[in-house]
């Protein structure tokens, strides 16, 4: 279904941006947000930089001064995505919040469309597409494999299943969010998984959450990102978090079903890769990193969610791995 044009108000609207040491891709996100066709619009960008060094200074200023936003820095110094993401929360006062990565850029009706769908299906939340930008010398088995097309793209108004649901794109209700009470688990702020509990918990409060094919953004898919260690390492996290999760639900059915899950992910993964892999390289890859998401889910019964963001650990697990 497409969205009917209509003119927009002076919505205000706070795009949040968390940041760790990556001025660069951060200079290009604010350049795609500047160049957004948002007339009608009062947008302010928060910037939360959550590295103590405040490596995203100079960039804000100079973005302050030449692309003519209006921006609100943050410094959170303790290292945690959760902490980051709460502390921008707590500082939109807007009548929307929209979310994007510190490596993704907009296109230019992003956040347009984005309002036109929550006006239109009277929604609570409005996910939008995010589309691989490769690096030149990216592998061709990483985009054969299609590691990184993890999203569903639905027609626009479609209702967006909660597993679909991230913090890469996506527009909210602000005086939904603030009713709810709702924050980020800052327990697994150096694994991921906490927008996947965040939308859980929305979601559990009736929020109407809804599609909107045409507000893309591009996510930059760097060299370091475009390798088998690295993808096996995202999928042991996945794992480890998603037991974290139900183990500390206490739902005894649920963790012995997981646990079986588990087992699948290793037996499956096994059997794709020695029959597969050493035919297609992606096909091994996919099974090494279906086998990692199991260990992840063991790993996740007896350490809790492997942190991934802390860099000595990820060297550790590195080093085993190779």
């Not at 001025?23 to 009062?42: C, E, H, M, R, V």
């Not at 902490?83 to 956040?111: H, Q």
């Not at 096909?283 to 990692?292: C, E, H, P, Y």
């Amino acid at each position: 279904m497409s969205i009917s044009a209509q003119k927009l108000d002076k919505t205000r609207i706070d795009v949040l941006i968390c940041t760790f040491n990556r001025p660069a891709l951060l200079l290009k996100t604010l350049s795609g947000i500047a160049t957004l066709a948002a007339n009608d619009l009062d947008v302010r960008v928060i910037v939360v930089d959550n590295d103590e060094k405040k490596s995203a200074n100079l960039v804000i200023a100079e973005a302050s001064q030449t692309l003519g936003l209006n921006i609100t820095y943050l410094n959170e110094p303790v290292q945690n995505i959760s902490m980051a993401r709460n502390r921008a929360l707590d500082a939109a006062t807007g009548d929307y919040i929209a979310f994007i990565d510190d490596d993704e850029v907009p296109c230019k009706a992003w956040l347009s469309m984005l309002l036109l769908t929550a006006r239109q299906f009277s929604a609570d939340l409005v996910f939008g597409p995010v589309v691989p930008e490769y690096a030149p010398n990216v592998p061709p088995w990483i985009i054969l494999g299609g590691f990184f097309e993890r999203y569903q793209s639905y027609s626009t108004g479609t209702p967006v299943p909660w597993l679909d649901t991230r913090t890469g794109n996506v527009l909210l209700r602000r005086r939904f969010i603030q009713d709810s009470g709702v924050r980020f688990c800052t327990s697994v702020g150096l694994s991921g998984g906490e927008d996947t509990q965040f939308f859980e918990r929305l979601y559990q409060r009736q929020a109407r959450a809804v599609w909107c094919k045409e507000a893309m953004v591009k996510e930059s898919i760097p060299e370091s990102r475009s390798t088998a260690i690295w993808l096996i390492r995202r999928k042991f996290r996945i794992g480890s978090v998603r037991m974290y999760f139900v183990r500390r639900s206490r739902n005894f059915l649920a963790i012995c079903l997981l646990i079986a899950k588990g087992v699948l992910f290793i037996l499956s993964g096994v059997l794709r890769f020695l029959f597969l892999g050493w035919l297609l390289k992606y096909r091994g890859v996919q099974g090494l990193s279906s086998i990692g998401q199991g260990l992840g889910i063991f790993y996740g019964i007896v350490f809790g969610p492997y942190p991934e963001y802390k860099k000595k650990t990820g060297a550790i697990l590195e080093r085993h791995l190779h």
